[in-house]
């Protein structure tokens, strides 16, 4: 069965960067388009970015549009989410999600920005 682990998430200051990792295994990883998502405390999980299955096509919400690059390394089955300029409204869980013939979701990271 396809599972997904992500890292890269702490504790940070505004201003600072982060790089978000999600590695995925049981899963022709090629084959899927892969995703962020996040979710505040007391909000729904909204769209942060997502990238083709060849690393085509990254696709942003504006609310992050300019801060956050997605690229994938399908030597690896890795997905990165990097981010800049952290804003303490990024503070949120972020997950990673694959879409392809199954559909998977990892358990989350935490990223905390304070101000």
């Known amino acids: 069965q396809g599972q997904l682990v992500e890292s890269g998430g702490g504790l940070v200051q505004a201003g600072d960067s982060l790089r978000l990792s999600c590695t995925a295994s049981g899963l022709t990883f090629s084959s899927y388009t892969m995703a962020w998502f996040r979710q505040a405390s007391g909000k729904e999980r909204a769209f942060v970015a997502r990238i083709t299955s060849t690393g085509g096509g990254p696709y942003y919400a504006d609310s992050v549009k300019g801060r956050i690059t997605m690229s994938r390394d399908n030597t690896k089955n890795a997905v990165y989410l990097q981010m800049n300029s952290l804003k303490p409204e990024d503070t949120a869980v972020y997950y990673c999600?694959?879409?392809?013939?199954?559909?998977?979701w990892g358990q989350g990271t935490q990223v905390t920005v304070s101000s």
């Open positions: 999600a694959a879409r392809g013939p199954y559909d998977y």
